[in-house]
């Protein structure tokens, strides 16, 4: 009878922890909790494709495809918005800003040529692709912040 015991014991726990080795989903209210959230951010317009998985006790993916707003993430970069980044972030938000104004006058005045329309061209893509790499970093934030119970967060978002 003991030896049952101890066999019924062991079952259970190794159950137990293959389903914790092998991983699950947050719980779906979770999931929805955190894409709400991130939809009502004001550059995204909408998440798409997100997985989950916890992985033991302490580990936690969320991968997710983001669709943002390109016009929001430029005035937002042009400090055209209400929300005001703090520390690093608002020096990296005014050095962006500064690059930006400084290819409208080019804009204004209009291209002699294709070759200095596409300089511009590059220059202001190169800007706004480093406005939407931290932004994308802020909405990673976000997520990491929502998921704080647990030791491990990997974020994996991708641009729609």
Do not use: M
């Amino acid at each position: 009878h003991g030896a049952s015991s101890v066999g019924a014991v062991s079952a259970f726990l190794l159950s137990r922890t293959s389903a914790a080795l092998l991983g699950r989903t947050l719980p779906h209210t979770r999931v929805v909790t955190i894409v709400d959230q991130l939809e009502n951010w004001p550059t995204i317009v909408a998440v798409y494709d997100v997985k989950t998985e916890v992985i033991g006790t302490d580990t936690v993916r969320f991968k997710a495809e983001v669709q943002f707003n390109p016009r929001v993430i430029t005035l937002g970069t042009l400090g055209r918005l209400a929300s005001e980044p703090k520390g690093h972030r608002a020096a990296v938000r005014d050095r962006l800003q500064e690059q930006f104004k400084a290819t409208l006058p080019k804009l204004l005045d209009g291209f002699v040529d294709d070759a200095i329309a596409v300089q511009w061209l590059c220059a202001n893509n190169a800007i706004f692709y480093e406005a939407l790499a931290w932004e994308l970093k802020n909405v990673e934030r976000v997520i990491a912040g929502e998921l704080e119970d647990f030791r491990n967060v990997h974020i994996d978002l991708e641009p729609w």
